[in-house]
């Protein structure tokens, strides 16, 4: 099977040769994230423009050729479930805590997210009710109240509430509009900059994002051999079963930019990076001097890659949002169920995709900064990712037949700090490259917050 239209879509937002999309081959498989919307074309594209970048990136390193990439429905299938696949000394994590659920309005339903103790506290803070509130609390107060209403209490409060809406009611709303007007993701040349002398070792990547869609991305970049440092606010606590599903690869270690000790410490890391990634909502960043402009005026050169949930405009830009918020918002979980019983989609792909659409620009950055230099601006929304898949894919083509998909083959183990894993291997396949990551997570936050030697 030759390239995809879709991910030739992708590698042209990216800036990307064309002639290189004959390097790509696929390999269908029966089961592959089955769904009413094209999941596995969207995953297809994503995985295989990463490939793709990653391919470009380490040949014009090496001073040759680009090579064949491989993308395999079972290896991005797999790779797409990655948090469900994991264990931990054989114990399967907990993806959803209980107050992260649709809920039954007067008018509607409502979807709530709740996995993090301080959203948690602003949801039951919004409603009324203590913070151990039990499902069934909930579930009487919300069912004689409106969803939208519910929504816009639960947002000003800091919390995380949506109303199912169906596709023609998100094109309708003024956020839905905004985030029609623009491509599934952006990139910009901001300045001038002289290229990057080569050195040795990958590149320098700070890693300011939480869950999902930017731990994948780095994650991804980390495979690849780039020095990914994730630094968090030592405030904010973190989840250990996503930690330790995106922590491959990586270090992590704990900053507080508020403390001027640590502040100085960051800006020493930012002295020396080459790539920031960031996944806070728009604006929370600012006051930190961490806007992408701020960063490469600050660091002429620098690749920034930002990611919000809505977009970082229209009403809804300062809100935050998770991957099954925006399947709600923007009528995916209408098309997938109904109206009455919403569906989702089979993995969290808005997710998933998104992060390697990240990695394949951030590597694209890389290759074209060193060519031709520059800062670059890269700028990812799960809604865009969304709107791409709702209305920019194509329907999907029936599945090949055949038994259906074991994911068997696309899982490794290993031990870690945090115990024996069992883990999902990358998607990002080409000649030459890595099949796993160097170095399994480590604990949360214990890492020295210095750069490795370069060499």
Request: hydrophobic share 45%; net charge neutral.
């Amino acid at each position: 099977m030759t390239h995809a239209p879709d991910a030739a879509a992708v590698w042209d937002a990216l800036g990307g040769d064309p002639a290189l999309l004959s390097r790509i081959s696929y390999r269908p498989r029966a089961g592959a994230l089955p769904a009413r919307l094209p999941v596995i074309e969207l995953a297809r594209a994503c995985v295989g423009a990463c490939a793709l970048a990653a391919a470009e990136h380490a040949a014009t390193r090496a001073g040759r050729p680009v090579g064949g990439v491989q993308v395999d429905d079972g290896a991005v299938a797999t790779a797409f479930h990655s948090e469900r696949h994991l264990r931990i000394d054989g114990r399967a994590p907990v993806n959803f805590a209980p107050l992260s659920r649709f809920w039954r309005t007067a008018d509607g339903l409502l979807r709530t997210h709740a996995n993090y103790p301080h959203h948690r506290e602003r949801l039951c803070a919004a409603l009324g009710v203590g913070a151990d509130a039990t499902v069934e609390e909930v579930a009487e107060l919300l069912a004689a109240r409106p969803a939208h209403e519910v929504e816009e209490t639960v947002y000003a409060a800091g919390g995380l509430a949506v109303a199912l809406r169906t596709p023609g009611e998100w094109a309708a709303h003024p956020q839905g509009a905004a985030v029609a007007a623009r491509p599934v993701l952006t990139r910009e040349r901001v300045d001038g900059a002289a290229p990057r002398a080569a050195r040795g070792g990958g590149p320098r990547v700070l890693d300011l994002t939480r869950v999902l869609a930017g731990p994948v991305a780095t994650r991804t970049l980390a495979l690849l051999g780039a020095d990914v440092l994730r630094v968090d606010a030592p405030q904010l606590p973190e989840d250990a079963d996503t930690h330790a599903d995106t922590g491959f690869g990586k270090r992590s270690a704990r900053l507080d930019l508020r403390d001027g000790a640590d502040r100085r410490t960051f800006d020493a890391l930012l002295a020396e990076a080459d790539v920031v990634v960031t996944g806070y909502r728009p604006g929370a960043l600012d006051r930190f001097g961490l806007a992408p402009q701020a960063l490469t005026e600050r660091r002429p050169g620098l690749v920034v890659a930002s990611l919000s949930a809505w977009g970082a405009y229209g009403p809804w830009a300062g809100r935050r949002g998770f991957d099954s918020l925006v399947q709600v918002a923007t009528g995916i979980a209408a098309i997938e169920g109904a109206a009455a019983e919403p569906g989702a989609l089979p993995a969290q792909a808005l997710d998933h995709g998104t992060g390697y659409l990240i990695a394949a620009g951030v590597l694209r950055a890389l290759t074209d900064q060193a060519a031709y230099g520059g800062s670059y601006v890269l700028r990812y929304a799960l809604a865009q990712t969304a709107g791409w898949l709702v209305n920019g894919l194509a329907r999907p083509a029936p599945q090949p037949s055949g038994a259906p998909l074991e994911p068997a083959d696309w899982l490794a183990e290993t031990d870690s700090a945090l115990g024996r894993l069992r883990h999902a291997l990358s998607p990002v396949s080409f000649a030459g490259g890595p099949a796993d990551w160097a170095r399994p997570p480590g604990r949360w936050g214990a890492d020295a917050p210095v750069w490795l030697p370069r060499g």
